[in-house]
């Protein structure tokens, strides 16, 4: 089974520009979470999806959003960049509808330089 | 609110010797308990969980993990440690909340297995 894949792996972009990054989740799952992990913050949660719908959103900008396709490929969105966005972004799947007791595969990430 | 704490940025270890990493918790109900290891420029792996049952909770690369409801822990540990072991280990909470469910990363814990 192919796992979590995240496009691109690395970005550069300049401030005040957009980004969207991509994740396929492994097949099947139909949860999908997005965080960012920074030196100084560690990781924080952004938002999560389940079957097209955002189920729940972390404490970020609205400049950041996210959305989930009907074959449970989802995209997130950073709109007007600035130079504290630089973070890994990561992308997490889960099974069994992402229930509570469920963990989590996370891709590999991408990571977002903001210049 | 729930939240995890992982007291040690750092722990060190010669290679054979038993490692512990540290994780204290604190949720409103019963808690639902993850350990994830990252390796550099990569996406975090799933170790182990503890849902309910036995405090002691077998996972993946020989890691072991005991669950203390009464001082509210779960220190992962293994028994002899490996070179290989050297990461970047996360603790993580998950619970249920408004719409769904979110999980809640420790700040993590660098793991130095010293040959």
């Known amino acids: 089974k192919a796992g979590v894949t995240q496009t691109p792996r690395y970005l550069i972009k300049t401030r005040g520009q957009q980004v969207t990054l991509s994740c396929s989740p492994i097949?099947?799952?139909?949860?999908v979470s997005w965080y960012q992990q920074t030196p100084g913050q560690g990781l924080q949660f952004l938002f999560e999806?389940?079957?097209?719908?955002?189920?729940n959103k972390g404490n970020f900008p609205g400049r950041f959003s996210g959305r989930q396709f009907s074959n449970s490929r989802s995209e997130m969105n950073v709109s007007t960049l600035e130079l504290g966005d630089s973070a890994l972004y990561l992308c997490?799947?889960?099974?069994?509808?992402?229930?509570?007791?469920?963990?989590?595969?996370f891709g590999q990430g991408t990571r977002l330089t903001v210049v | 609110a729930q939240s995890v704490a992982q007291p040690e940025d750092q722990v060190n270890v010669a290679e054979g010797n038993p490692l512990t990493v540290k994780c204290t918790y604190s949720?409103?109900?019963?808690?639902?308990l993850f350990w994830y290891v990252q390796y550099p420029n990569r996406g975090l792996q799933f170790l182990l969980k503890?849902?309910?049952?036995?405090?002691l909770v077998k996972g993946s690369y020989g890691f072991e993990a005991e669950f203390n409801k009464s001082q509210t822990s779960f220190h992962l540990k293994k028994p002899s440690a490996l070179v290989s072991d050297s990461a970047l280990y996360f603790c993580?909470?998950?619970?249920?909340?408004?719409?769904?469910?979110?999980?809640?990363f420790g700040a993590g814990t660098r793991l130095f297995v010293k040959a």
């Open positions: 997490a799947s889960s099974g069994a509808g992402g229930s509570v007791n469920t963990e989590a595969f």
């Open positions: 097949s099947g799952h139909r949860s």
């Open positions: 999806y389940f079957s097209e719908t955002q189920r």
């Open positions: 949720v409103s109900g019963n808690p639902y």
């Open positions: 503890y849902i309910t049952g036995d405090n």
């Open positions: 993580a909470v998950r619970d249920r909340v408004t719409g769904g469910f979110k999980t809640i």
